[in-house]
């Protein structure tokens, strides 16, 4: 197995014949078996739209401490919604724990404090810190979204709903190749997600000294699985994206950037419970990029859609992939206890009661 991904030309799925979707599909499906990513070139998530996006997300994180405090999302609850404050979510938990400590040092490195305040960039105490902000379905009154004022941050909430409306049916149309290349229901996956339960997750990374991401002691995100469907991770110039060689397990390869209008598409969780080990999670993470030199790690943003199963839906095996008089691998759970389960594993304490930053 080549150790790059596939990169695909994804034009063809609005514009293409039925012998070029045909051969996409094929090409799509067998990517996501053999590395869980496949990075799609033209996708139909309108370029506006993501630069708009980016613009937004960037405004976001400069937005005064007071402005964003009324929007502390609570880990308690099985969605993330709003901001989450450093310190508040530990990916390290999630895949690299392997029982050798009681409580973990060990934080994710992502985080935007008030840009006007200066930080030296050596601050060990960035191993403790994080901050992301999440929103999901415009409709979701079960967990509905928090916003900043639209005086606050114009245009924010708008642009957010136009994102998540285009990465729903991208997600949906990829969903649907998959399952016809499978040779089974054309929406079998599809008809178990209205996208109800996704959501956008937004990450900044600020500078770091090279050293402290070498110590081994802070990541930028630790190696992880994500818990829906599918993910799109949306581009960032500044390299640091790695995914997993599944030939040599715990060796990383750095994701390319090959344009602003590409996307990267990784299986997650829930497709590998569905199909039964068919199609495997892809182990990913964030980190200084490869190509780098000097001492200073420069500042990186994340745009991720998180494409999830709807609330009440069994992410258990479908039957379609589990072989008569064999145990299915996979205990039956609905969407929402599995999310609830995983969150309650990378937020293993509770976000501090108060917080000490000031805007």
Known sequence: MPSSIPVLDAACMTNGTDQERAEFGG?????MIEFGFVKLMNHTVPMPNVEDTFSQIKKF?????????????????GQQRGWSPPGEEK???????????????????KVCFPMHIQYPISDTSLKLVQESFDCGDPNDRQFPNQWPSESALPGYQQTMDKFFYGCSQLCVDLLDIMAKEMHVDPALFSSRCTNEASTIRINHFPPVARSILESGQVSRIWPHNDFGIISLVFPDRTGGLEYE??????TFIPMPYNGDDEVVVIVSETMQRWTNDMVRAGLHRVTKPVEMVGDNVPERWS?????????????????EFVIPEEEPLYKDLTALEYQSM????????PAAASVTVAG
């Open 27 to 31: 090409e799509f499906l067998k990517g």
């Open 61 to 77: 994180f400069r937005l005064p401490f007071d402005v964003k405090k009324p929007l502390i999302n609570d880990p308690k609850k």
């Open 91 to 109: 990916t390290w938990w999630l895949e690299s724990n392997t029982g050798d400590v009681e409580s973990p040092q060990f934080g994710d490195n």
């Open 245 to 250: 060689d599944r030939e040599n397990p715990g």
């Open 303 to 319: 745009l991720v859609y998180f494409c999830k199963a709807d609330r009440h839906i069994n992410v258990g095996p479908l039957k």
């Open 342 to 349: 995983r969150n309650a594993v990378h937020y293993p304490e």
